[in-house]
């Protein structure tokens, strides 16, 4: 087996949540992972008033515990949080990213909707995507040509097919992670839990993450329905 690279990349921690069983999987699988982080998530209210400094330290903390869960690496690239543009510069730095990592798959938001930095973000990978094909741009990395697989958070007003991935095997890890945003900021474990049921129900087992593919392979079923 070719052991593929799946770049995770959102703007902020927390962002990764509907993905933790994917990525799991896949390095379970023998697949290298790395999860980045565009900005350190500094402007945030969820913390009360507490100092950049000390909210840019709780969000790597947040990514030790990430990198302990699910077996990933981390990364964050330092740009502003709710300050994400679409410039070139912008993109270029994200072009030596994918370069450097040459990702098979790729997973980031939805920009139907949603916060500029997530919309930006995912325009920026895009972008960025096609500068990677360069060499002179991304010297001296090698330029990346191979297709990237490019993947979005599912949402129900997006013209990308959706897809699932079946996580019913990494639960555990899903709740773990969900348990640091418990304890950080009263997110709700069951809730997540509830939603992995009905996306497994809605595509045949027991607990599903959904997702839209924006550009990559649709595999094929066996079957139309199940026996
Ligand atoms: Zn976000």
Not at 42 to 50: A, I, K, N, W
Not at 110 to 120: A, E, I, L, S, T
Not at 199 to 218: F, N, R, T
Request: a negative charge; hydrophobic letters at 40%.
């Amino acid at each position: 087996m070719i052991a593929r690279t799946l770049l995770v990349c959102f703007p902020h921690v927390d962002d990764e949540t509907p993905f933790v069983g994917t990525m799991v999987k896949h390095v379970q699988r023998g697949d290298r992972v790395v999860l980045v982080f565009a900005t350190y998530g500094e402007m945030t209210s969820l913390f009360g008033d507490m100092s950049q400094e000390q909210i840019q330290k709780e969000r790597q903390a947040h990514a030790a515990r990430l990198e302990e869960i699910i077996g990933c690496e981390t990364r964050f690239l330092g740009f502003p949080d709710a300050g994400i543009g679409t410039s070139r510069e912008e993109a270029l730095q994200i072009a030596a990213l994918i370069a450097e990592l040459k990702p098979d798959a790729l997973i980031t938001y939805n920009p139907v909707r949603g916060h500029p930095d997530h919309r930006h973000l995912c325009e920026l990978l895009r972008d960025a995507i096609t500068y990677a094909r360069l060499p002179r741009l991304v010297a001296p990395a090698s330029a990346h040509r191979e297709r990237v697989a490019f993947y979005v958070t599912y949402e129900p007003a997006s013209p990308y097919p959706p897809m699932y991935v079946d996580v019913t095997g990494q639960m555990e890890q899903i709740k773990a992670v969900m348990q640091i945003y418990a304890d950080a900021y009263d997110w709700s474990v069951e809730g997540i839990v509830e939603r992995r049921k009905a996306d497994g129900a809605a595509s045949g087992v027991e607990y599903a993450e959904k997702l839209s593919v924006m550009q990559g392979p649709q595999p094929a079923v066996d079957y139309l329905v199940r026996p």
